[in-house]
């Protein structure tokens, strides 16, 4: 969980954990509830991917799909500034216009399309980066950024499987990508666990 400074009105005051629609108050439990209904919400996106314009309202919508089994706030943009360790993410009043540029530029490079695999990897590893640098929800960032790619993937005729790549990796790429730009270990996972699709599904 990304640290919060401050009065986070997202927890319970009582249990120290998320409010959540489970009525849960136990973070062991609510963890594994999470989890589950998670794993379920991405299973329907593979089997049917949410039709969007790869933007900031995509990705909301990825998010709302993921969690709101879970979370009344699902799919909104936070309302408090977040850290997890030495990293800052975007101030939440500036989200929405750091978003612009960034899926701006994704779509003035047409969202990938016709890049071979080594180079679809490459940019996506990039934007992997930026979004990950916007951390827009209070929590399940790092599932919808790899949720948002992988639909990218797909409609580029491509899959991506995360399956193989440990939290600790993916953490580790993360903090080598927010304060170093370095994306190569992001590249790196996606270039390894990407493949076509026998037909193109969007």
Request: hydrophobic share 40%; charged share 25%; proline share 2%.
């Amino acid at each position: 969980m990304a640290k919060y400074e401050g009065q986070d009105h997202y927890l319970d005051p009582k249990t120290g954990i998320f409010r959540n629609r489970l009525g849960i108050t136990d973070e062991s439990e609510l963890e594994r509830a999470e989890a589950s209904f998670v794993a379920w919400r991405s299973y329907e996106l593979s089997q049917r991917p949410i039709v969007g314009r790869f933007d900031l309202a995509h990705l909301q919508a990825i998010h709302r799909h993921l969690f709101s089994d879970v979370y009344d706030w699902a799919g909104e943009i936070r309302t408090i500034d977040l850290s997890r360790g030495n990293s800052y993410f975007a101030n939440h009043r500036h989200i929405v216009s750091a978003a612009g540029p960034i899926f701006k530029r994704l779509a003035k490079e047409q969202y990938l399309k016709g890049l071979d695999s080594a180079a679809f990897s490459e940019r996506a590893a990039y934007y992997l980066r930026e979004i990950n640098a916007l951390h827009p929800f209070r929590e399940g960032n790092g599932r919808v950024q790899r949720e948002f790619i992988n639909h990218l993937a797909r409609a580029n005729g491509y899959v991506i499987d995360w399956t193989g790549i440990s939290s600790e990796a993916m953490t580790q790429a993360s903090i080598e990508a927010f304060h170093r730009l370095d994306t190569s270990k992001f590249a790196a996972f996606i270039g390894a666990n990407i493949r076509r699709l026998s037909t193109l599904t969007l």
